[in-house]
Nanobody
Framework: QVQLVESGGGLVQPGGSLRLSCTVSVSISFSIYTMAWYRQAPGKQRDLVASIPSGGITNYADSVKGRFTISRDNAKNTVYLQMNSLKPEDTAVYYC???????????????WGQGTKVTVSS
């Protein structure tokens, strides 16, 4: 079973910062490919915020480019999202997503974290 545990959400004032973390735990040998962060605001669909493939260049949504930074620590099986200059429109539940190749399987599958709430308000 693949399990993703997220942390770091909370309440912050506009212009503030937060860092989200997501750690992947699997009961058997595995390889992690792309790691990403999505967010879903009330009444809206879940949208991609940022992604970081294995050994590849990062990708950001236009709305967060220049303010958010995605990074990964492969030794810890962890992906981070550093969020600076936060705006009220960043308020959403943030979800970690990873593509994981399990030993004995033909290809990678996608898995989701439980979500962590970020509220930006004065």
């Amino acid at each position: 079973q693949v399990q993703l545990v997220e942390s770091g959400g909370g309440l912050v004032q506009p212009g503030g910062s937060l860092r989200l973390s997501c750690t992947v735990s699997v009961s058997i040998s595995f390889s992690i490919y792309t790691m990403a962060w999505y967010r879903q605001a009330p009444g809206k669909q879940r949208d991609l915020v940022a992604s970081i493939p294995s050994g590849g260049i990062t990708n950001y949504a236009d709305s967060v480019k220049g303010r958010f930074t995605i990074s990964r620590d492969n030794a810890k099986n962890t992906v981070y999202l550093q969020m600076n200059s936060l705006k009220p429109e960043d308020t959403a539940v943030y979800y970690c997503n990873v593509r994981v190749k399990l030993i004995g399987t033909p290809g990678p599958g996608a898995y989701w974290g439980q979500g962590t709430k970020v509220t930006v308000s004065s």
